[in-house]
Nanobody
Framework: QLQLVESGGGLVQPGGSLRLSCEASGFTFDYYFVGWFRQAPGKGREGISCISSNGWGTNYAESVKDRFTISRDSNKRTVYLQMNSLKSEDTAVYYC????????????????????WGQGTQVTVSS
């Protein structure tokens, strides 16, 4: 099973930016698609973005579209989530997750089954 470690969270003012990283270890990363999820206090988990195994396919939730950008560097076994124009409602614990596909392609979905999860990183947007 893939091991995932998130980093890059912290406290930021509204309108600011953060970049989260999700570093993978344990297995060959190439055939894995990766998603970012978040959970705010008292709320359920929300899938906000995903990137395909080949890095060419991405999806975003409406709540973060045009503000967040997901990318991957397979050489570094890392997926990034660039978060711009942050709002107080973006405050949450952010998790990355991954699952292996049998094909190397451009598909991903945050509603798909993920079997490897990181421990989460806290993002707080507040003045």
């Amino acid at each position: 099973q893939l091991q995932l470690v998130e980093s890059g969270g912290g406290l930021v003012q509204p309108g600011g930016s953060l970049r989260l990283s999700c570093e993978a270890s344990g297995f060959t990363f190439d055939y894995y698609f990766v998603g970012w999820f978040r959970q705010a206090p008292g709320k359920g988990r929300e899938g906000i973005s995903c990137i395909s195994s080949n890095g060419w396919g991405t999806n975003y939730a409406e709540s973060v579209k045009d503000r967040f950008t997901i990318s991957r560097d397979s050489n570094k076994r890392t997926v990034y989530l660039q978060m711009n124009s942050l709002k107080s409602e973006d405050t949450a614990v952010y998790y990355c997750a991954a699952a292996r596909r049998t094909v190397y392609d451009s598909a991903c979905g945050t509603s798909w089954t993920y079997d490897s999860w990181g421990q989460g990183t806290q993002v707080t947007v507040s003045s």
